[in-house]
C-alpha cells in the first residue's frame, strides 16, 4: 500500500488534484467568506501541495499552511517560494503567532478518525486563534454519501495533466464494524498510455464522515459557536462547510 501524500507520489496527487478541483472556485469561495468575516490572515490545515495556497499567497490574505505530510510541505514549497508552509499534525500543533482564520478544505477532517484527536484539533485550533477567530472546515456528509456506498460502490475519475491522463479506480463502502461513520476507500491509481493501463500507486485506506449535528455538538463542546452551514457539494462527496467562530471570550 503506497499512500498518494509521500515518498514521490505527492506528484501523483498534485497532477491529478488539480484536474479533480478547481483551485479558483475553492479561493473564491472561501476569500469570500473570509471577507465577509473581515479576517486578515489564515492557517490552512492539510494545505497539501498548496494548490489552494497559490491563490491566498497573491491576495492581501497573510497566509501559512500546515500538513503532515513533509513531502506534501515540501512541495507546497517549491511550488510556492513565497508561502510559509509547516510539517505537523492538526491534532496538537503550534504556530507561535495567534491567527485569524483557520482553514480545512478538501475534506481533510475525514482524517480525525477518533473523537480523541478530533477534540485535540479544536482545542489546538483555539489556542492559534485570536479572540473572535473563525473556524471555517467542510466535510464528508454521512447522511447523504453512506446511503450510496451502503452495499459498495465503484467509483472511476478520469483527470488530465500535462499531456497525461490518469485514471482513479476506486471502491468506497460503509465500515460497520468501528465507532465512527467510516468507510473503506481503496483506490487504483493508473497512468494511461497508447491504450496501456499502468498501475502507478494503490491506496487502502478508512476515513471519516460527519452528520450536521455530530460536528455541531463536538464544537459546542469545544466552544465554538457555528455561523453557517453551507450545503457545497465538491467533486465527488456530499459535503457541508461550517463557519464556526470561538465563543468570546475565549474559554
Ligand atoms: C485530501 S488531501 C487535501 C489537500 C488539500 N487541502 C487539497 O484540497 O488539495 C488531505 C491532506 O491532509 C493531510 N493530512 C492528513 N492527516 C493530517 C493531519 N493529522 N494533520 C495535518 N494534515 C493532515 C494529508 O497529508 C493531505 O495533504
Redesign the pocket.
Known sequence: MQ?L??NGF?HI?DAM?RSF?N?QD?YDFYSALLNTYFKKSIL??????G??AAHFIESNIQYSG????ED?VKLANQKNPKGDFYQ????N?KVGREIDAVL?????T???LENK?LNG?LQSIKENLTENGLLIFDFIDASRFFNTIKNGKAVKHIANYNGIQYLRSSHMKVNTELNNFMFDWKASYYKETNQEKILIAEDDSTVRAFTKDEWKLLLELNDYEILECIDRKSYAFDTYVYVARLKNPKL
Open positions: 499512500s501524500y509521500s505527492e496527487y488534484y478541483i483551485y475553492e490552512e490545515i492539510g494545505c497539501g501541495t494548490n489552494l500546515l500538513d503532515l505530510s506534501m505537523g499534525n492538526m491534532a500543533f480545512i478544505t478538501g475534506r481533510t475525514s482524517y480525525l484527536d484539533a
